[in-house]
């Protein structure tokens, strides 16, 4: 890697990320922490998922860490907008038919309780 300034990424953190309890990391030590707004200096983007960086500022001896690439999070906000749409959709649905049936119903996402 070419360790001249100009030669060098660096990014800003447009969300935040914790690698612990992340499903798709292949190694929860292997993440570092950010928040939005951190500047990162990005070391490698050989993996296309999992780019190795490291906080602006920090020594060049410290270790890089795993961060998400752009596509990745790109990928899982979708995922995430889908599933909400699929929720949301299902309780319009759901709403029209005890509309329809003239049902009075009080429920929120985790319970149904149909009044008789």
Known sequence: MC?????????????????????????????????????????????????????WGAMPTDAAGLIPSPELQEWRAACISVERAKKEESSLLLQELLHYWNVPVVFSISTLLIKQ
């Not at 990014?11 to 990391?25: K, Q, S, T």
């Not at 190694?27 to 990005?42: M, Y």
């Open 3 to 55: 360790c001249c300034v100009f030669c060098q990424i660096f990014v800003r953190a447009l969300f935040e990320f914790n690698p612990i309890g992340d499903e798709f990391i292949p190694s929860q030590q292997a993440g570092i922490h950010f928040t939005v707004g951190d500047i990162l200096q990005v070391i490698s983007k050989d993996d296309h998922n999992w780019w190795q960086a490291r906080r």
